[in-house]
């Protein structure tokens, strides 16, 4: 990953030669006499702070403008750092109404407002070199480059996003709807505009900012905030942000976010941060304060009602022992993890059981069923038992030899790896037994979730089959490498199949409910292998990391990309997630 920009520069002063050696000295002895004069009368003194008096050497003055330009560069992303992550989710204006417009306007002005300003300092800063420091800095600075330097400045994922980049502005330069495909005012406002403003904020945080542990447990304590508001919606608490709308919005609507799939692609990067700080904290206040976060993420992974909590949960739990697992201890509280996800699912399930007004009233969700199962219970023993029993396994066996503990957690890698491909395998084939007719009646319950059809995913499977109809029959082959245009999924529905649309009762598809299918429809096929190459490098950089704090950010990370594949990307989250990101990056760096 690049280095800071102020760290970069402390390496690019220049050597002293003998000559400069001998000047220095010289010039030393020339200092000496002066002030011997001026102690004996004669002779003019200078003003230590005086800036029309004797330049300090080059070397001295470069660490100088370091340390103020630093200081003051670090403080301001600080600000916008924990603003982005701990206040922007909770701010709201006009309720439900104008929450996407809002929330897109605060991000795209002060990141650009921040751009402007840092731009400017480091105008200043180019200034005060010259003026104060001979251009020591710049001239190192394309000493360096000449040198092949520039490979410590540009990182994989600088290549990968800048690449993204190039190709939303060809996709947005030749779409028939070129002012559509900027502003993306015709989707959900996620057009080239805002991957600029995305890339504007990832030079700011890669370049400039030095991560703080403490500002990952700020998120956490922030975005629980807008879980508990979530939570207590699932009660059909509105807190006033229901009045003038339609009241069934109450079942579909939550906290400060509003949609719930948007709401849970929020909750599932905190379930993602917290199930990893539990699992891996450095010490006890932290394990319990990240245990809290956990069991509030767990309950609002569930109340959200909406499904796809179901793929960034188990995208957290498969992974864990992955990235996360280096004692036993970590395997103990893993299980502790699922234990007290599926205890909230059967805890919540009873809660509607017992006759208390809830949002699962209009239509149960599926994760609050399977907890109504009498197999959750079994579960939740079964796992007790299990935890509890390695829990003694590794307290006798270590006490014994405290090497065991790498051969214990080695051998329980292979296990969960095994564990997870056999379910892997089980899922593929109960997908294939439901969409071939095998034994109907099994999947008569679960059929919104197995079976592909139109129906699927609430009209998720009709809105992708219209894409790919669009795409094979309607497409150039420009467009399918480049794509009709950033965020036009809504122009292309609506242009070709409102009347199917509307007929299959859906309303309209401003959204492909998949962001990596809406990637392939609307910037193409080098637009989406850009996108996959951005998440890849900035995961494989972030998970490099030995420093626990940036892997809960890449699991948070982790969460998100995977239920992207049945959700949609909004400015309402997005810029936590983006975010989210970008702070990884730069905690791996600051480790370099």
């Not at 008096?53 to 600000?79: C, E, M, S």
């Not at 251009?135 to 400045?153: E, N, P, T, V």
């Not at 993306?184 to 403003?197: D, E, K, M």
């Not at 109450?250 to 917290?274: D, E, H, K, P, Q």
Request: one cysteine or more.
């Amino acid at each position: 990953m690049s280095d800071s920009m102020f760290e970069i520069i402390k390496n690019t002063e220049e050597p002293e030669t003998a000559g400069k050696a001998e000047k220095k000295q010289k010039s030393e002895t020339t200092s000496k006499s002066e002030k011997s004069k001026d102690s004996s009368g004669s002779g003019t003194k200078t003003k230590p702070d005086d800036l029309s008096g004797p330049t300090p050497a080059p070397g001295k003055t470069t660490k100088q403008l370091n340390r103020i330009f630093g200081n003051i560069t670090r403080w301001l992303i600080d600000i916008y750092v924990l603003f982005f992550l701990c206040i922007f989710a909770l701010c709201t204006h006009e309720k439900y109404f104008d929450v996407l417009k809002f929330r897109f306007e605060i991000y795209w002005k002060s990141t650009l407002i921040y751009g402007a300003v840092f731009l400017g300092l480091g105008l200043f800063y180019l200034l005060a070199d010259t003026i104060y420091n001979k251009s020591a800095i710049r001239r190192g600075f394309f000493a360096s480059l000449k040198k092949g330097g520039w490979k410590r400045y540009i990182s994989k994922v600088d290549i990968a996003f800048f690449a993204l980049i190039v190709i939303f502005g060809i996709s947005t330069a030749f779409a028939q709807y070129p002012y559509e495909a900027f502003w993306g005012n015709r989707g959900r406002s996620q057009g080239l505009f805002l991957w600029l403003v995305f890339f504007v904020t990832y030079i700011l945080v890669t370049r400039f900012y030095r991560f703080k542990r403490w500002h990952i447990f700020a998120y956490m304590g922030f975005a629980s905030l807008v879980c508990l508001w979530g939570i207590s919606n699932f009660f059909l608490y509105t807190w006033g942000m229901f009045e003038g709308a339609d009241p069934i919005y109450r079942y579909t609507f939550v906290a400060s976010i509003g949609n719930i799939n948007n709401y849970t692609n929020f909750t599932g990067m905190l379930y993602g941060a917290s199930a990893v700080m539990f699992v891996a904290g450095r010490n006890k206040a932290e394990i319990l304060f990240s245990y809290v976060i956990l069991v509030i993420a767990s309950f609002a992974q569930i109340m959200g009602l909406s499904d796809n909590a179901i793929l960034s949960t188990a995208t957290v739990i498969a992974f864990i022992p992955i990235f996360i697992w280096k004692s036993s201890s970590h395997i103990i509280r893993h299980g502790i993890t699922i234990v007290t996800y599926l205890a909230a699912m059967k805890i919540t399930s009873l809660i509607t059981q017992s006759g208390i007004e809830t949002m699962n009233d209009l239509e149960p969700s599926t994760q609050i069923v399977l907890g109504g199962k009498s197999i959750t219970v079994y579960l939740i023993l079964l796992l007790l038992i299990i935890v509890i029993a390695f829990t003694a396994y590794t307290r006798k066996t270590n006490s014994v030899n405290p090497s065991n503990e790498e051969k214990t957690v080695k051998q329980a890698k292979i296990l969960w790896n095994i564990i997870l491909v056999c379910g892997v395998l089980i899922t593929i084939a109960i997908l294939i037994a439901a969409n071939t007719g095998w034994h109907p009646e099994l999947w008569e319950s679960y059929k919104g979730m197995l079976i592909f059809n139109d129906e699927w995913g609430t009209g998720r499977g009709l809105a992708w089959r219209l894409g790919m109809e669009y795409w094979i029959n309607d497409s150039t082959l420009f467009t399918k490498l480049f794509g009709y245009g950033p965020d036009t999924y809504y122009i292309i529905t609506m242009d070709r199949f409102m009347n199917i649309m509307q007929n299959a009762g859906y309303g309209i598809f401003d959204s492909a409910h998949n962001e990596y299918f809406e990637y392939f429809i609307t910037v193409g096929v080098f637009g989406l292998i850009a996108y996959i190459a951005l998440m890849f490098t900035s995961l494989k950089q972030i998970f490099k990391s030995g420093e626990i704090t940036v892997k809960a950010a890449g699991m948070a990370v982790l969460a998100y990309v995977i239920q992207a594949v049945v959700n949609i990307a909004i400015p309402i989250t997005t810029p936590v997630f983006m975010l989210l990101i970008f702070v990884g990056l730069a905690g791996n760096r600051s480790e370099k």
